[in-house]
């Protein structure tokens, strides 16, 4: 089945970086395109950035216009969010989502901190 699993998220500096995992199975990763959002405690879930099954096109949220790259390996099934220049307010819980057959799949997440 399909399969999403988060990780590198951590507790970091303002100005700091990251660099989010998603492992991807159960599906062939170069025929969609991805998705990472982010989630605040009592908050909605809010798309961050996208990218095509290629990986030619990518679009970013406002907010991380600059700061934020996404990218993929589709021999290795992962997809990558690089974060620089980290906020207070991008602290969150981040996922990684695919929609494959009509049907939108999420990880569990991983929780980014932002705090000195």
């Known amino acids: 089945q399909v399969r999403l699993v988060e990780s590198g998220g951590a507790l970091v500096q303002p100005e700091g970086s990251l660099k989010l995992s998603c492992a991807t199975s159960?599906?062939?990763?170069?025929?969609?395109?991805m998705m990472w959002s982010r989630q605040t405690p009592g908050g909605e879930r809010e798309a961050v950035a996208t990218i095509s099954s290629t990986g030619d096109s990518t679009n970013y949220a406002d907010f991380v216009k600059g700061r934020f790259t996404i990218s993929r390996d589709n021999a290795n099934n992962i997809v990558y969010l690089q974060m620089n220049g980290l906020k207070p307010e991008d602290t969150a819980t981040y996922y990684c989502?695919?929609?494959?057959?009509?049907?939108?799949?999420w990880g569990q997440g991983t929780q980014v901190t932002v705090s000195s």
């Open positions: 159960g599906f062939t990763l170069r025929g969609y395109a």
């Open positions: 989502n695919v929609r494959v057959r009509g049907t939108n799949y």
